[in-house]
């Protein structure tokens, strides 16, 4: 840099995209304070991630050694038709961790004093020497650079880009989590350590397996993690699916154990009706279903003089690309490496903003249209 100052970034959002933009950042050297709005630890709500290069690249670059592996190996592409009958099967291996596994190891390698729960970001202020964030208790931080990394209802996005939110893309996806040892053998031998699919004209469910809630990938001791999407018009529709069991209406998920009791109910016995059997089980057996929402979003800028957008703040790909997290990784490290080989900070994000637009752009319209066409939507 051109002082000798350690220079220091304001990170708004503790989720994944934060911490992989904390621990680069911090890997050449900067002072980061990262402020997550909520006052609890984060939870698993995510559920599972197809483990990308990206990822593995942020941890590598960022010096974090996890204790054990990252994931679950799955070994075949399955795709079963509704009575559980195999249509085809290929080997293709590839791994599968989850949210709670990516968060716990990034979080343990950034100090504690560094990361600020129940921070509500109400307000930014730039000035020449860098960036002001204003919080709703009262209290402001200064930093050379803002980086929002809140995700797709970012606060950050909605002072430097107001009026500019995610779209619906006609369909949501309902989730859930179950226990290695809590589904029956008959069930487990159709689906064990495979990623399988059932595809039906517009609905795809899937499931693979990742490690358990602690982390372990002992056998006995994952999960299976399970997807269906489905299509819910705007409208009534979508408004019954996305309010939750206090009658609140939520904006773009319902986490687990907040299912209205009437969507649930509804939820399983649609599955019976339509779902191979080793997938009934799945969904069956699972306690807490969760559902979101799936949304499009595309910037057409990410940097703001000293403020930026990463991760889903800026770009919110479909998930039949995988490509969320490995997309946050790939923006906190091509951020570090930018603003470690120059003198010049603003030159450097505007290095890094080009390619990274680029590269979220293409992301972006390959999952619209991969999604679309799952979904059968625009036929």
């Not at 100090?111 to 919080?135: D, S």
């Not at 970012?154 to 809590?182: F, I, K, M």
């Not at 939820?267 to 069956?284: S, T, V």
């Not at 279903?289 to 991760?311: E, H, P, W, Y």
Request: proline share 4%; glycine share 10%.
């Amino acid at each position: 840099m051109s002082d000798q100052r350690m220079c220091k970034a304001l990170i708004i959002g503790g989720s994944l995209g934060g911490l992989f933009t904390a621990t680069a950042l911090r890997a050449i050297g900067w002072q980061v304070e990262v402020y997550e709005r909520s006052p609890a630890t984060l939870d698993s709500r995510g559920g599972g991630i197809v483990l990308q290069h990206e990822v593995i690249e942020a941890f590598k670059f960022s010096g974090i050694k996890p204790t054990q592996a990252l994931g679950v190996r799955s070994n075949h592409r399955t795709y079963l038709d509704r009575f559980g009958g195999i249509l085809h099967k290929q080997h293709a291996p590839q791994t599968q961790t989850s949210w709670n596994t990516l968060y716990s190891n990034l979080l343990n390698a950034l100090p504690e004093e560094n990361y600020h729960r129940g921070k509500k970001l109400i307000g930014l202020e730039q000035h020449e020497n860098g960036v002001t964030a204003n919080f709703e208790d009262g209290t402001t931080a200064d930093g050379d650079i803002l980086i929002g990394a809140d995700g797709g209802g970012s606060t950050v996005r909605s002072l430097v880009l107001p009026g500019v939110n995610p779209a619906y893309s006609g369909y949501v996806v309902w989730r859930g989590l179950l226990n290695e040892s809590d589904l029956p053998k008959a069930a487990k031998d159709q689906i064990y350590e495979d990623f399988v699919f059932q595809q039906d004209p517009e609905s795809l469910m899937l499931e693979y397996m990742v490690p358990g809630a602690d982390g372990s990938i002992a056998v006995g001791e994952r999960r299976f993690n399970w997807l269906w999407y489905l299509k819910a018009a705007p409208g009534a529709e979508l408004d019954a699916v996305m309010t939750d069991n206090m009658g609140r209406q939520r904006e773009s998920s319902i986490p687990p154990g907040a299912m209205a009791k009437s969507q649930d109910e509804a939820f399983r016995k649609m599955a019976g009706e339509r779902i191979n059997p080793a997938f009934l089980e799945l969904i069956q057996r699972t306690d807490e279903i969760f559902v979101q929402s799936i949304l499009d979003l595309k910037v057409a800028q990410m940097v703001f003089n000293r403020v930026i957008l990463v991760g889903d703040a800026a770009f919110i790909p479909r998930p039949h690309t995988a490509g969320s997290t490995a997309k946050a990784a790939a923006n906190a490290v091509t951020l570090a490496k930018v603003l470690a080989n120059r003198s010049n900070i603003d030159e450097g994000l505007r290095l890094w903003e080009k390619h990274q637009l680029n590269e979220g752009n293409i992301m972006s319209d390959w999952g619209i249209d991969m999604g679309n066409r799952i979904m059968g939507i625009g036929k």
